[in-house]
């Protein structure tokens, strides 16, 4: 099998990525790409839904780890996230968890603004991973 290179695209021409994400990224020698669809905050062992984003957040990530650990990837296997947030307020508690979670890995990244599928939750994550 081919080895995997993800490569970081951040053109001198851009200001400088900040914050954990790259500008762009180039996959060469992939064979499987997982899509993941939006992963929201249930899978608590009681059907219960976190009141606070950072732990709404954490548990998005570990849903969407999950689904990954399900092909047998990981975070590192990220080329593209995609977070939608129900308000700006989230904006630092979202870089500094994602941060976490990724450590240096810096996939190509999407943050939005929006209104949520369902009032409760704070925030969705989609993905694409690659192997």
Same mark, same amino acid.
């Given at each position: ?10 053109? &001198? #021409? =851009?200001?400088? $990525? ?6 762009? +990224?180039?996959v060469d020698g992939g064979r499987r790409m997982v899509f993941v669809s939006g992963q929201v ?8 839904i976190p009141e606070e984003f950072e732990e709404q957040c954490r548990m998005v990530w570990r849903?969407?780890? &999950? #689904? =990954?650990?399900? $092909? ?6 990220? +080329? ?41 939750? =704070? ?9």
């Open positions: 099998m081919t080895e995997l290179a993800i490569t970081p695209l951040n053109p &001198a #021409v =851009l200001p400088a $990525a900040t914050g954990n994400y790259t500008h762009g +990224v180039q905050p249930w899978g608590d062992d009681q059907g219960r849903n969407l780890l &999950a #689904v =990954l650990g399900e $092909a047998g990837m990981d975070a590192r296997n990220l +080329v593209k996230v995609t977070m939608y947030l129900s308000d700006r307020q989230y904006r630092a508690a979202n870089s500094k968890i994602r941060e976490e979670v990724l450590g240096e890995h810096t996939p190509a990244l999407t943050i939005i603004i929006c209104d949520i599928y369902a009032e409760e939750w =704070l925030l969705e994550i989609e993905a694409v991973a690659i192997a």
